[in-house]
T-cell receptor, first 112, second 116 residues
């Protein structure tokens, strides 16, 4: 499947600061890029997604940017809160079979 | 909307027995369901894709005779782990996408399987 690299693997930020997670992918045909948040022992929850015809999308404190030329996309969380602490996964799909290839995950810890 | 349930949430079984896990889409028709496996502190690994009324497509390295998948209706897919062994212990998660959802997948709450 698609090779998706995610960095960093862990991220610790002070409450109120911003957090940025970056993913790179290999298949230039990829056209769908969701981000999931997973708390310990829970299901992954879709927090934001972007399609290849859009460069940036924002939903309140969360934004995603996509650079198709460089084949990378990033998650930005502003004004972080303790409840943002979780594991975040990026994923990539080429669309035709709807399969998702996941990054390795980033454990985000927001320090109060 | 877009709620996916899984049953059971956790199961403990003896080595050599079979375990069935159900994945249901509660408020939409799931044309495609996916089964993932997740080890502790690891990412989600796609095991197979199932489309209603057709045979599942398994990812490379996943034994189809070991992990039987049935997608008999637009709201239900089942994963049966046959002759389970301790190395099959894991967190199994399903996801589903429906008509009009595009690529968006919604995940079930997962099933934690422990094989003794």
């Amino acid at each position: 499947g698609e090779n998706v690299e995610q960095h960093p693997s862990t991220l610790s930020v002070q409450e109120g600061d911003s957090a940025v997670i970056k993913c790179t992918y290999s298949d230039s045909a990829s056209n769908y890029f969701p981000w999931y948040k997973q708390e310990l022992g829970k299901r992954p929850q879709l927090i934001i997604d972007i399609r290849s015809n859009v460069g940036e999308k924002k939903d309140q404190r969360i934004a995603v940017t996509l650079n198709k030329t460089a084949k990378h996309f990033s998650l930005h969380i502003t004004e972080t809160q303790p409840e943002d602490s979780a594991v975040y996964f990026c994923a990539v799909s080429s669309g035709y079979d709807y399969k998702l290839s996941f990054g390795a995950g980033t454990t985000v810890t927001v320090r109060a | 909307g877009a709620v996916v349930s899984q049953h059971p949430s956790r199961v403990i079984c003896k080595s050599g027995t079979s375990v069935k896990i159900e994945c249901r889409s509660l408020d939409f028709q799931a044309t495609t369901m996916f089964w993932y496996r997740q080890f502790p502190k690891k990412s989600l690994m796609l095991m197979a894709t199932s489309n209603e009324g057709s045979k599942a497509t398994y990812e490379q390295g996943v034994e189809k005779d070991k992990f039987l998948i049935n997608h008999a209706s637009l709201t239900l897919s089942t994963l049966t782990v046959t002759s389970a062994h301790p190395e099959d212990s894991s967190f199994y998660i399903c996801s589903a996408r429906g008509v009009g959802f595009g690529e968006t997948q919604y995940f079930g709450p997962g099933t934690r399987l422990l094989v003794l």
